[in-house]
């Protein structure tokens, strides 16, 4: 797994894929088929999967870590949640919105129920689902959620953080898609603000 995860960080995905892929069978011999151990490496191999743009293949490597964890823990896991927001990523990056928006609202539920409202993770469910009504040119359903998404992110990582510019800077391009430049231009300047300072 580690060998796999070095793999990804530095862009070799075909190799991670590999590795993963044998993580799997290793997990499978050793622990049986049904065990956490099978659900992170299916999980991860998904991961290489995506990187290479092939979502045909991550999904069924997602379903069947999220099958294992819902044995295993039950509905309400961190697990299951990551899961499901995973296969609603992969679904709005195939084009399936209709597919991602539901999954990706069970994420949401799960989250808040384990971690509060104010929590990085539950703001990170928030953008993707952003993304999908962005995508499904629905852009009015998107900015509350990227709004709620930034005020978590500002609270909890700090108005500097990676994630905190990263919510600017959607929720910038999606009020200049819906031509409000004023509303806009405040959130701007803040982004600048946030980029000098980091330069």
């Known amino acids: 797994m580690a060998a796999g995860q070095r793999a990804l960080q530095k862009g070799d995905y075909s190799e991670a894929e590999h590795i993963f892929a044998a993580a799997v069978k290793k997990a499978e011999s ?5 065990d956490r151990h099978v659900a992170v490496a299916l999980s991860s191999e ?8 092939k979502y045909v293949e991550a999904e069924p490597a997602y379903l069947q870590a999220l099958k ?9 896991h961190v697990d299951v949640a990551a899961t499901l927001n995973n296969l609603g990523v992969l679904h709005r990056m195939h084009g399936q ?8 609202l069970r994420a949401l539920v799960i989250k808040e129920r384990l971690h509060g409202p104010d929590h990085p993770d539950v703001a990170l469910t928030l953008h993707n689902l952003g993304l999908v ?3 499904q040119g629905v852009p009015e359903k998107a900015e509350p959620l990227y709004r709620r998404a930034l005020a978590i992110r500002e609270k909890a990582l700090g108005g500097t953080h990676r994630d905190v510019e990263k919510s600017l800077g959607e929720l910038i391009g999606l009020l200049q898609k819906l031509h ?4 806009a231009a405040p959130l701007e300047k803040r982004l600048s603000e946030i980029k000098q300072r980091r330069s």
């Open 30 to 34: 050793q622990y049986g088929p049904i």
């Open 46 to 53: 998904a991961q290489a999967f995506t990187a290479q743009g």
């Open 68 to 76: 294992i964890y819902q044995e295993a823990h039950g509905e309400n």
């Open 97 to 104: 919105y209709t597919q991602a928006e539901p999954l990706l």
């Open 133 to 135: 009504y962005v995508s």
């Open 180 to 183: 409000r430049d004023a509303d």
